[in-house]
T-cell receptor, first 114, second 115 residues
Framework: KNQVEQSPQSLIILEGKNCTLQCNYTVSPFSNLRWYKQDTGRGPVSLTI?????NTKSNGRYTATLDADTKQSSLHITASQLSDSASYIC?????????????FGTGTRLKVLA | GAVVSQHPSWVICKSGTSVKIECRSLDFQATTMFWYRQFPKQSLMLMATSNEGSKATYEQGVEKDKFLINHASLTLSTLTVTSAHPEDSSFYIC???????????FGPGTRLTVT
């Protein structure tokens, strides 16, 4: 069964600190993995997208890693800011006979405190 | 970059009435659009997938007669919640993809409150 699990479910950190969010998946056939940031009451915004052959991808203070062998990904946030408070969603795509299926994780709710 | 808009951004309606939500791709042609609903503190749940010019494919448990989806053009899809009830109150989000890319572009969402 295609599944995406994220941990932790929620996280509170102080401004300026770093944090790492985890995503484990059992999706086949794997096409790509994306991390989204979703502010409260808004639609998700793409942070990074990685295909099978990519191990690391950065977008400013966000760095995503992918281990296709262990089917794990992480999102590392450096020097957190108050504006990083949001839900972070891991989405894994499967390409089934030319049609993309998107499997969503349950998300990690991050709260950055001053 | 590709932009997807939704209208309205929020709507309040009375129980029993119908509400239409629009999803538009502003600067690209969307061959496929997806409709999601999201309850507080939960992730997005796929409701249906629609391809331009054909009937939408609904996920298990989603009533197609209650949630009417029309994808009349490559830039517009609509979701109509018919005979809305308070339990239909939710955050509805659409996304769009093109035929030559796996990138999924999300709209800003529509908050529906049924009183």
């Amino acid at each position: 069964k295609n599944q995406v699990e994220q941990s932790p479910q929620s996280l509170i950190i102080l401004e300026g600190k770093n944090c790492t969010l985890q995503c484990n998946y059992t999706v086949s056939p794997f096409s790509n993995l994306r991390w989204y940031k979703q502010d409260t009451g808004r639609g998700p915004v793409s942070l990074t997208i990685m295909t099978f052959s990519e191990n690391t991808k950065s977008n400013g203070r966000y760095t995503a890693t992918l281990d296709a062998d262990t089917k794990q990904s992480s999102l590392h946030i450096t020097a957190s800011q108050l504006s990083d408070s949001a839900s972070y969603i891991c989405v894994v795509s499967a390409n089934v006979a030319g049609t993309y299926k998107y499997i969503f994780g349950t998300g990690t709710r991050l709260k950055v405190l001053a | 970059g590709a932009v997807v808009s939704q209208h309205p951004s929020w709507v309040i309606c009375k129980s029993g009435t119908s509400v239409k939500i629009e999803c538009r791709s502003l600067d690209f042609q969307a061959t496929t659009m997806f409709w999601y609903r999201q309850f507080p503190k939960q992730s997005l749940m796929l409701m249906a997938t629609s391809n331009e010019g054909s009937k939408a494919t609904y996920e298990q448990g989603v009533e197609k007669d209650k949630f009417l989806i029309n994808h009349a053009s490559l830039t517009l899809s609509t979701l109509t919640v018919t005979s809305a009830h308070p339990e239909d109150s939710s955050f509805y989000i659409c996304s769009a993809t093109t035929s030559d890319s796996y990138e999924q572009y999300f709209g800003p969402g529509t908050r529906l409150t049924v009183t």
